[in-house]
Each structure stands twice: as C-alpha cells, then as structure tokens.
C-alpha cells in the first residue's frame, strides 16, 4: 500500500518550464515502478513518463521526448518530472503513478494514483 501527493503544479507561459514533485507515503517507492501519466480536459488520461522499479531506466511518451525528464529520490520516497519547453497542448492534470510491474506504461499497469496536480500553460 502506498499514498502518493503531487505538487508543483501551476500556471506557466509557452517554452517556460515547471518541476513537478510526488511524495510517497505508506511504503517505500524503490518496491514500485513509478511515473507520471496526464489527463487534459476532454480527453483520456495518457501515459507521459516513468522510472523502472529495480534499476533507474527511463521511458518517455513521443511527445515528452527531449522536453520532460524523470527522476527518483529513493532517500527521500520521492519522484520528479522536470518540464522544458512546455506548450498549451501541455495543459492537463498530471498524476502520479505506481505499480509492481518493472515497467509502467498504461493504466493497466498502476495500482496507485495521486489526485493529482493541474498544469496550465499559456498561448
């Protein structure tokens, strides 16, 4: 079992940038594949990036490739989703996620989620 808590969420400008954090709580996240999945208004919730639960391997949505980057914080039961160059169709709530596979990559993956943390970018 384990609790997850985004943060870092707001309202930026077109090829601004914007750090997301998610803090763990209940269990350690080094037992989990993490990651970031999103939901813009509308539409269904996607898979953005994540973080293998033995190693640090990382995967990333096409439209995340060379903008976003994943990390993990072990000591700190933490996960963070650095955002460059980020663009309106940017614009969603983003969740955190875990799941016991090695890697997630779909909503069949995750067995926890977040609530959420809502990202607004602006034209």
């Known amino acids: 079992q384990v609790q997850l808590e985004e943060s870092g969420g707001g309202l930026v400008q077109a090829g601004g940038s914007l750090r997301l954090s998610c803090a763990a709580s209940g269990h350690t996240l080094s037992s989990y594949s993490i990651g970031w999945f999103r939901q813009a208004p509308g539409k269904e919730r996607e898979f953005v990036a994540s973080i293998t639960r033995i190693y640090t391997d990382t995967t990333y949505a096409d439209f995340a490739k060379g903008r976003f980057a994943i990390s993990r914080d072990n000591t700190k039961n933490a996960l963070n989703l650095q955002m460059n160059s980020l663009k309106p169709e940017d614009t969603a709530v983003y969740y955190c996620?875990?799941?016991?596979?090695?890697?997630?990559?779909?909503?069949?993956?995750?067995?926890?989620w977040g609530k959420g943390t809502l990202v607004t970018v602006s034209s």
């Open positions: 996620a875990a799941g016991p596979r090695f890697v997630i990559t779909a909503l069949r993956d995750v067995d926890y």
